[in-house]
């Protein structure tokens, strides 16, 4: 049995599960691209756990394909053009669902990273806009594409695909400022060690 007929059968018994199984592999599969090429980590300081929850949130998050069911059902091509249905589809997937999918990924990975309500409403007020330009420079065209070509059973595996360049940039993205100074954490102070004082060597004050 050839691998692709193998994917079929098991995408047709376990679609959910295969589904959230595919899309934590590719989510983590762009953060591991990103702590190894863009942010040029080595052996000792690539963080696993932060790819690990990638893959979390790629698994448990497999809401894609019903996403794509409600638009196929209720934007179907019996009264109208295969191009203006997938106009329509793709107009509905960018204004809608994307903004909100973008809002939610941003506020749960701040919440992976341990941080606070006021830290997770910086991390937005920073983070949010930027994303959600840059989603509109690539998964419209992407879209396009995919509602137009692609048969239902297969598109969420095409946006994958094409998500673990997506991921690795949202992985740089919600990770750029983690070693930094964030609002509504309080840094500590390192105690500062100091030699001893020569015999008759007086104090200063500072």
């Known amino acids: 049995m050839s691998l692709s007929t193998f994917y079929k059968r098991a995408l047709v018994r376990y679609p959910v599960l295969v589904q959230s199984v595919q899309s934590g592999l590719l989510m983590g599969a762009g953060d591991v691209i990103a702590q190894g090429f863009i942010e040029r980590k080595d052996g000792k300081s690539f963080d696993g756990m932060r790819a690990f929850k990638f893959f979390a949130i790629g698994f448990c998050g497999p809401g894609l394909r019903k996403w794509y069911g409600v638009l196929d059902r209720h934007i179907g091509s019996a009264d109208g053009s295969k191009a203006v249905t997938t106009l329509k589809k793709v107009a509905l997937d960018q204004l809608i669902f994307a903004p909100i999918f973008l809002g939610t990924l941003i506020g749960t990975i701040g919440l992976l990273q341990g941080h606070n309500t006021t830290q997770i409403k910086h991390k937005l007020s920073h983070e949010y806009g930027d994303i959600l330009l ?8 992407v879209q396009l594409a995919n509602f137009y070509l692609v048969p239902l059973n297969y598109q969420v595996l095409l946006v994958q695909s094409v998500a673990v ?20 954490k309080v840094a500590t102070l390192k105690p500062v060690a100091h030699e001893p004082l020569a015999a008759g060597e007086d104090t200063v004050a500072t």
């Open 134 to 141: 840059t989603n509109y420079y690539i998964w419209p065209w």
């Open 165 to 184: 360049f997506w991921n690795t940039y949202l992985s740089w993205k919600t990770n750029q400022h983690e070693g930094g100074a964030v609002p509504g």
